[in-house]
């Protein structure tokens, strides 16, 4: 079974402050994405990675995926009450027509004015 | 591009009732996906289909369920003999390219089993 952990799961801090967030697995995924949502709201996606080592930026979101495709972090550069909400990671499964993902439980992320 | 659709949006249901739930993907979308989300946790896969054919289903997929995609376009998604344990959202999503480009999910069902 592959599992993702999310750390931490909780996180509140004041607007203007920087923040990452962590994906942590034993498993090799052959892709990695992270969503957000919003109470009540199906999530959302950010960004998806598939390369080992490889950075994406989304505005004041960078995210990286591990060099052993098993780890990936969020880093929020400045961060805006907007930026409130679930972030969740999830893995891709690769092989015998899976096509399913595997999430992670999510970082419940406040940002307080 | 309207987004994916899911009715209804909450359900409260009697244990063991049936009830079923409506999701309309993204037209161009030839992949549709099911899952189950409850309190404090992340979504968990179900089920997925490509076209009208039902390619993998999880263990969480207990014969009470069933799930069917007949023309390739909308799905629905069946709980026979209802459980309180059932209680939960039930989110779905589509996707042009599988699971390597991302996934467009609905705002998903909020079942209650009382």
């Known amino acids: 079974t592959q599992l993702l952990e999310q750390s931490p799961q909780f996180l509140s801090i004041q607007e203007g402050e920087n923040l990452t967030v962590y994906c942590n697995s034993s498993s090799v995924f052959s892709s990695l994405q992270w969503y957000r949502q919003e109470p009540g709201e199906g999530p959302v996606l950010l960004v998806t990675?598939?390369?080992?080592?490889e950075v994406k930026k989304l505005k004041r979101l960078t995210f990286q995926f591990g060099d052993a495709r098993k780890d990936s972090s969020l880093h929020i550069t400045a961060a805006q009450p907007g930026d409130t909400g679930l972030y969740l990671c999830a893995g891709g499964r690769s092989g015998g027509g899976a096509d399913g993902l595997t999430f992670g439980k999510g970082t419940h992320l406040i940002i307080q004015p | 591009d309207t987004g994916v659709s899911q009715d209804p949006r909450h359900k409260i249901t009697k244990r063991g009732q049936n009830v079923t739930f409506r999701c309309d993907p993204i037209?161009?979308?030839?992949?549709l996906y099911w899952y189950r989300q409850t309190l404090g946790q992340g979504p968990e896969f179900l089920t997925y289909f490509q076209n009208e054919a039902q390619l993998e289903k999880s263990r969480l997929l207990s014969d009470r369920f069933s799930a069917e995609r007949p023309k390739g376009s909308f799905s629905t998604l069946e709980i026979q003999r209802t459980e309180q344990g059932d209680s939960a959202m039930y989110l779905c999503?589509?996707?042009?390219?599988?699971?390597?480009?991302?996934?467009?999910f609905g705002s998903g069902t909020r079942l209650t089993v009382v």
């Open positions: 990675v598939v390369t080992g080592g």
């Open positions: 999503a589509s996707s042009r390219r599988g699971q390597s480009y991302g996934y467009t």
């Open positions: 037209s161009e979308h030839n992949r």
